[in-house]
């Protein structure tokens, strides 16, 4: 008896233990917190994942005002930008902080992988195919696009040379530890990856509805605008990459659109700013654009 | 109070030990006084206790979280058999503040400093935006000449105010602070209970500023049977503060030509950026807490020699934080409220097996397993508003017209531990014991997250051989016990809940929800290792008189956890990684002394040595320095091989600039167009510092900073002397450390830019611009300031070696004889003084505390910021024991 009594002990005893030692308390899930295998799961979050996007783009200036400056001081006509002026930024000394937008442009790519990655996973329960391969346009055209930011304000882009070594770092994988050290692409190696996806963009992208988000005209005016950065500085390949250019500019000017027209005061469109019918792509700065105006 | 124990092993997280209370492990390891400290909320008269478990085999138990120690606290628990024993005790304390003849300007002296220092800021670098306000720049302009002195400047009439507030006398007082305790003990034959109550009532050195707290506990145990034990420790507190330590910064901000009101009596607001301390008392900035702690433990003999303890406890705080700013505050033009609150609960449940007998009178075996879970759930919301109709009374949410932030976020994290012990004793001579653990945590992604760590200790009581055993050696040693302990190892979870993974979150565009990649989660991270060899002796000199013990440690920690650099081009600057490896050594004495024996008189002395050093073995990943407290703001850089807490920064030369030519002869040269190329900077003249110029190239540049000195102690420890006589116990306790220099950063801000700040006499009434630059302490100083005289040097660093009587305790017990046949049956008095004295040659409020402490790793550990004076209290209590 006094042993049935010790055996039901020892019984509960394991018992207690057993039932708890349960190993999956350790797997916790963040709150309010997404991750990127489950973030983007229908047709509703991956528009939000090409939504988000957009205001690394509209909120601060890396794309508008301040690269400008930055531009023209590279090229002499200003001395805005002391480091661009004198053409000494590098890595390590890159006064005044010309690093934050290479962060800036690098932060819109990521979030554009994020996007492209995971819109490209969902399935056909998941998303129709039509408005898949849309959205992964539009994260693409806005990945061609902050390339050739990077591009413009970090590489030799105006070198006719293409195996010049100073292209770009080009990312096309959502950023993880694997993946963090990239070569250089050289300058024709760079303008083909940007082209690669303005051209998937043409091809892929609705026609203009809004200003406020990229349409298939905005992608090929602003794959006119690169070809112009390519051709237009290369005198020994002849005029083809100008001719396509104006064919570009063409077709979105003789397109009709709703909402898209050129307007005949170019006062008025300063005044209009982002409500303006000649802009196909603007900076929009009101309510969610990130201020308070 | 924050405690560090043997060193600093991590470069993330606190360095604290881990607090145990009545077996409990806190989540709090410091005793800060923010209402969300639970540690706090420790009623010190319940405490029975306190040991502290210092060697890697004592700690293992405890595993990953006692990688920096283990603080053991026990309450106090009833005795079986005896009649409830209850006990009163209260304390009556006077604070003084010290601030070490630290003294603002009054208003005179005030505007003698502006004035001047206007004038030499605009001579050497033209009108800046304060001394354009002082100077009158138009008058000077018609001078229109260019052979001018400094009597050619005049102050703009109104320039100053025309008060003499004297800000700190207003706003500061010696509080008088009050304590009452009530406990009652006792048990029966089967059961044991304490119950005490303790209200807290402080009063700030900021007036209006309190706190007041009120804990209860009840410690209960019964044994139901022989083989059954049943326990509960349940202790509450809610306690109810007003923080006005900011007023310190206030007062600060504010000079003493301001009037404090308006000709009708209303509070006078000087300017946006500047804020009347009136207002700042006006001001709400209150905190609620409830804390409640819960512990049910259930003991078990399953059979003679075996025995099983299941615990559960549960930790559970709220705090609430309110703050209402009426427009007169800093940059505050519409009144302001905000409210957030924060909730954590802790739950740990324990399970243990104990096994211990002894084999043949010899063999003394224990065994141990056990299995543990803790989990920590905390959440916190905010919510802000602003614009009110009233700000005195019609101030509540609801009647804001503007929202400005909503938040809520929630976090958790949980611990799973499996552990077994084996200590074993042959003897009374060997001992040999071991431990096996394995930790998991939720902190680490797949296939990461458990660790296995193993320790073993030995030890061996030379006293219990028989060579020992002979009377002429019985007489000299009458102890003596070495230990060691090897290859204990404990790991560390210093991180982020979720850093292994790569969030998403929520950012809206164009009235749509938007989603994108907010972090890059690093799946590699891994637990920190600490390995720690220990080697020591315990001893007992001359029939014990004198005792104590003497080791030595080593302590390598790897895999540590900190940012590493990563590519920008990732979209993220940093990550948090494991990247670095430490050692740290050190030496650990202490002894006590009975100089007196006799039965009425006993004298006793005692004192304790500690030294520790920690050096950066290696780094991994991305970094090739260590940089503290960050890339934009360097005080310390860390190579490989560098030693913890070493200062880097500029050299100076021990004395300013004393003339012209001073300046002229340290310059670089003159450029072929005739140009003088300044050694730093443009603006260099008399009354600068002058820097050393390390490698010889003509200019102050970041290569000329060197290694300046460490804020590590070379030694620190503390002694005391115990006297009792009779019914009379004084007890002295003294700290020290010394070979060690802190930043003293105030002087540093002002030298920097002055600004709308009131200066001490001490410092800018010391500086070059009042007096010749041989008998002046600091360089120039403006309100817009001038040249490069705040690079961090070694100039702002001071040697912070003190010693201090810390605690002066007198307790006097009234002759039992007296209460004969009454209920009273036993009356305590006693007198406290804290912080008699201190000596030091430390300039600053004091060489400790300041808003930081030895603890941190990084510079935090020598940052002095001045965040409060240092005080001394005097406290008288009474004891009453009723039976």
């Known amino acids: ?293 | 109070m924050s405690v560090i124990i043997r060193g600093a092993s991590s470069l993330s997280g606190d360095n604290q030990p881990l607090w145990v209370i009545d077996g409990i492990v806190q989540a709090s390891s410091t005793t800060s006084g923010n209402v969300e400290n639970t540690l706090y909320n420790l009623n010190l008269h319940d405490v029975q206790s306190i040991d502290i478990l210092k060697d890697a085999s004592a700690t293992a138990v405890y595993g990953s979280r006692a990688a920096h120690g283990v603080v053991i606290v026990t309450t106090k628990r009833g005795k079986p058999n005896t009649k409830p024993q209850f006990e009163f005790s209260t304390t009556a304390s006077y604070v003084k503040t010290n601030y070490n003849s630290f003294d603002y300007f009054d208003a005179p002296e005030y505007i003698n400093f502006i004035t001047a220092s206007s004038k030499d800021h605009i001579l050497s670098d033209g009108f800046g935006y304060f001394s354009g306000e002082i100077i009158d720049e138009q008058a000077f302009w018609n001078l229109n000449t260019s052979e001018y002195d400094e009597s050619d400047l005049q102050v703009i009439p109104g320039a100053f105010g025309t008060g003499n507030t004297p800000w700190q006398d207003i706003i500061t007082q010696n509080p008088l602070n009050l304590d009452y305790n009530f406990s009652v003990r006792g048990g029966s034959e089967r059961s044991t209970y304490f119950v005490s109550f303790n209200h807290q009532d402080t009063e700030g050195s900021i007036i209006t500023g309190y706190s007041k707290r009120y804990t209860g506990r009840i410690n209960f145990e019964t044994s139901i049977n022989d083989n059954l034990k049943f326990g509960v420790n349940l202790t509450g507190s809610t306690r109810k503060t007003s923080d006005k330590d900011g007023l310190l910064t206030t007062l600060r901000q504010i000079s003493p030509d301001n009037e404090a009101f308006n000709d009708d009596g209303s509070i006078y607001t000087p300017g946006t950026f500047i804020e009347n301390p009136y207002t700042s008392l006006l001001n709400t900035n209150s905190g609620k807490g409830i804390n409640f702690s819960g512990t049910a433990f259930l003991e078990l003999k399953l059979i003679n020699n075996l025995k099983f303890r299941t615990s559960f406890s549960n930790n559970y705080s709220n705090s609430e934080r309110l703050r209402f700013n009426r427009p007169g505050t800093y940059n505050t033009a519409v009144g302001e409220r905000y409210w957030s609150d924060s909730k954590s609960s802790r739950s740990a449940f324990e399970n243990t097996l104990t096994y211990a007998t002894v084999l043949n009178r010899k063999h003394d075996i224990k065994v141990l397993a056990g299995y543990t879970l803790e989990e920590n759930v905390s959440d916190f919301h905010v919510i802000e508003a602003s614009d009110f109709a009233d700000n005195d009374i019609l101030n509540n949410f609801g009647s804001h017209v503007t929202v400005d932030d909503i938040y809520e976020s929630k976090t958790q994290n949980a611990l799973l531990s499996q552990f077994a012990r084996v200590h074993y004793k042959f003897d009374d001579r060997y001992i040999v014991s071991g431990t096996v653990r394995r930790d998991g945590s939720s902190r680490f992604g797949e296939g990461k997250q458990y660790g296995i760590f193993p320790s073993a200790a030995a030890a061996w009581l030379v006293t219990g051989e028989k060579f020992m055993q002979s009377e002429n050696i019985k007489k000299y040693v009458t102890y003596l016990k070495l230990r060691t302990s090897l290859g204990g190892l404990t790991g560390s979870q210093n991180l982020g809940d979720f850093d292994y993974i790569t969030a998403v979150a929520a950012d809206p565009y164009n009235e749509s929800p938007g989603l994108y990649p907010a972090s890059l989660g690093n799946p590699d991270l891994q637990w920190e290792e600490t390995k720690m060899f220990d080697l020591g002796v315990d001893f007992g000199l001359f029939n014990d008189r004198v005792s104590g013990s003497f080791g030595i440690y080593n302590k390598t920690s790897d895999k540590l956890i900190y940012d590493d650099d990563v590519p920008w081009s990732s979209g993220e600057r940093d990550i948090t990684a494991n990247v670095a490896s430490l050692e740290a050594k050190g030496i650990e004495f202490s002894i006590k002394y009975d100089i007196l024996r006799a039965n009425s008189h006993r004298l006793t002395f005692d004192f304790n040595f500690s030294k520790n050093t920690s050096e950066l073995l290696k780094i991994n990943n991305f970094q090739e320095q260590l940089i503290f407290p960050g890339t934009s703001n360097q005080r310390m850089v860390l190579n490989v091989g560098d030693e913890l807490g070493d200062w880097f920064g500029y050299q100076t030369a021990g004395r300013f600039y004393v003339s012209a030519e001073d300046a002229y002869a340290m310059r670089n040269n003159t450029s072929s167009s005739g140009s003088i190329e300044p050694f730093l900077d443009s603006t260099e003249t008399v009354g600068d510092m002058i820097y050393i110029d390390q490698n010889g190239d003509g200019e102050i540049t970041d290569e000329d900073r060197v290694n300046i000195g460490s804020s590590v102690p070379k030694g620190y420890g503390g002694f005391g002397l115990t006297y009792t006589y009779k019914g009379f116990r004084l007890n002295t306790t003294f700290t020290y450390a010394y070979g060690h220099k802190r930043y003293w950063m105030l002087p540093n801000e002002d030298v920097d830019r002055l600004a709308y700040r009131n200066s001490s006499t001490l410092i800018a009434g010391t500086s070059t611009i009042l007096n010749s630059p041989y008998d002046a302490n600091y360089p120039r100083i403006t309100q817009d300031g001038i040249g490069e005289n705040s690079l961090f040097s070694d100039f702002y660093l001071h040697n912070a070696s003190y010693l201090r009587l810390n605690a002066l305790n007198l307790t006097y017990q009234l002759p039992r004889e007296i209460f004969k046949n009454s209920t009273l049956n036993g009356v305590e008095l006693n007198f406290k003084a804290t912080n008699l004295f201190t000596i030091t040659k430390y300039p600053g409020f004091s060489p400790d505390g300041g808003g930081s402490n030895f603890t941190d790793v990084d510079s935090g550990a020598g940052d002095d910021r001045s965040t409060y004076p240092a005080a001394r209290v005097f406290s008288l209590g009474v004891k009453l024991k009723l039976n």
């Open chain 1, 1 to 293: 008896m006094k042993n049935m009594k010790k055996l039901f002990y020892i019984a509960m005893t394991t018992l207690i233990v057993g039932v708890s030692s349960c190993t999956d308390s350790l797997d916790l899930i963040p709150d309010y917190e997404l991750n990127e295998k489950n973030a983007v799961t229908d047709e509703i979050s991956a528009r939000a994942a090409v939504n988000g996007i957009y205001p690394f783009i509209t909120q601060g200036s890396n794309f508008s005002g301040t690269v400008y400056g930055q531009l023209a001081s590279k090229s002499g006509f200003v001395d805005w930008s002391s480091g661009d002026y004198d053409m000494t930024t590098t890595q390590s000394n890159n006064t005044p902080s010309v690093e934050y937008m290479w962060l800036g442009y690098y932060e819109t790519i990521n979030a554009a992988n994020f996007a492209i990655d995971a819109i490209s996973k969902l399935n056909a329960t998941q998303i129709s195919e039509e408005e898949q391969i849309a959205l992964i346009a539009e994260a693409r055209m806005l990945r061609g696009f902050s390339h050739a930011y990077a591009f413009w304000l970090f590489g030799h882009w105006w070198n006719a040379d293409d195996s010049d070594v100073d292209g770009i770092l080009y990312r096309d994988e959502l950023a993880s530890v694997s993946n963090l050290q990239i070569a250089r692409l050289t300058v024709g190696e760079s303008y083909e990856k940007i082209f690669e996806d303005l051209d998937y963009a043409i091809e892929n992208l609705p026609n203009f509805t809004t200003n406020r988000k990229v349409s298939k005209e905005y992608a090929k005016a602003f794959k006119a605008k690169m070809l112009l950065y390519r051709y237009g500085f290369d005198n020994a390949t002849g005029n083809e990459g100008l001719v396509e250019a104006l064919g570009l500019v063409n077709e979105v000017l003789n397109t009709s659109v709703s909402g898209f027209s050129m307007q005949g005061d170019l006062a008025q469109v300063y005044e209009d700013s982002w409500d303006s019918q000649e802009n196909l792509f603007s900076g929009y700065l009101e309510g969610d654009g990130g201020y308070e105006l």
